[in-house]
């Protein structure tokens, strides 16, 4: 089993920066892949950044190239997300994610944080 707990969502003004933190615990967690993913009211939960348990590689949605950049401390068992130059649009729950290297989907959770980008 793998518990994730997110923080360092808030408030910030459009051009702000945050960084999100999960710390994960579990025997499970060094062979599991991370990612980032949001959801806001009313539409389905999307991929934001994931990183791989294996060799590291990242993968960004298009909306945020550029802009976030994920990494993974192994010896913490812990992974961010910077999120810099945000829009309102990004205004969102994030959430911290992890799959198992024998699954094909994301079914550890945390259970979310809250950002707020203000116009």
């Known amino acids: 089993q793998v518990q994730l707990v997110e923080s360092g969502g808030g408030l910030v003004q459009t051009g702000g920066s945050l960084r999100l933190s999960c710390a994960g615990s579990?025997?499970?967690?060094?062979?599991?892949?991370m990612g980032w993913f949001r959801q806001t009211p009313g539409k389905e939960r999307e991929v934001v950044a994931t990183?791989?348990?294996?060799?590291?590689?990242?993968y960004y949605a298009d909306f945020v190239k550029g802009r976030f950049l994920i990494s993974r401390d192994n010896a913490r068992n812990n992974v961010a997300l910077l999120m810099n130059s945000l829009k309102p649009e990004d205004t969102a729950v994030y959430y911290c994610?992890?799959?198992?290297?024998?699954?094909?989907?994301?079914?550890?959770w945390g259970q979310g944080t809250q950002v707020t980008v203000s116009s």
């Open positions: 579990g025997d499970m967690l060094s062979r599991s892949s």
């Open positions: 990183i791989s348990w294996s060799d590291g590689s990242t």
């Open positions: 994610a992890a799959r198992y290297y024998t699954r094909s989907e994301y079914h550890f």
